[in-house]
Nanobody, 123 residues
C-alpha cells in the first residue's frame, strides 16, 4: 500500500513557475514508477510526466516537453514536478500516481493516486 500526498500548487501568472511535490508513505517507494497527471474542469484526466523507479527513464506529454521536469528523491520518498513557463492552459488539478510497472501514459496502469493539488495560471 502506498499513500501519496501532493503539495505545491497555487496561483501563478503566465510565464511563472511552480514546483509540485508528492510525498509517499511506505518503504517501497523506490520500486514504483511515478507519474503526474492533470485534470482540467470538464476534461478527462491526462498524462503529464512519468519517471521509472530508479530514475533515468522519463516520458512527457508533448504539451509540456521543454517546460516541465519530473524528478525523484528515493531517499525522501518524494517525486517532484518542476513547471516553468506556465500557460493558462496548464490550469488543472495535478495528481501524482504510483505504478509497479513501467513508464506509461496510461492512467489505468497506476494503482495509487494522491488527492490532487490545484494549479491555476492567470493570463
Amino acid at each position: 500500500q502506498v499513500q501519496l500526498v501532493e503539495s505545491g500548487g497555487g496561483l501563478v501568472q503566465a510565464g511563472g513557475s511552480l514546483r509540485l511535490s508528492c510525498a509517499a508513505s511506505g518503504r517501497t517507494f523506490s520500486t514504483y514508477t511515478m507519474g503526474w497527471f492533470r485534470q482540467a474542469p470538464g476534461k478527462e484526466r491526462e498524462f503529464v510526466a512519468a519517471m521509472r523507479r530508479g530514475g533515468g527513464t522519463t516520458d512527457y506529454a508533448d504539451s509540456v516537453k521543454g517546460r516541465f521536469t519530473i524528478s525523484r528523491d528515493n531517499t525522501k520518498n518524494t517525486v517532484y514536478l518542476q513547471m516553468n513557463s506556465l500557460k493558462p492552459e496548464d490550469t488543472a488539478v495535478y495528481y501524482c500516481a504510483a505504478n509497479a510497472g513501467y513508464v506509461t501514459k496510461y492512467h489505468g496502469a497506476y494503482e495509487y493516486w494522491g488527492q490532487g493539488t490545484q494549479v491555476t495560471v492567470s493570463s
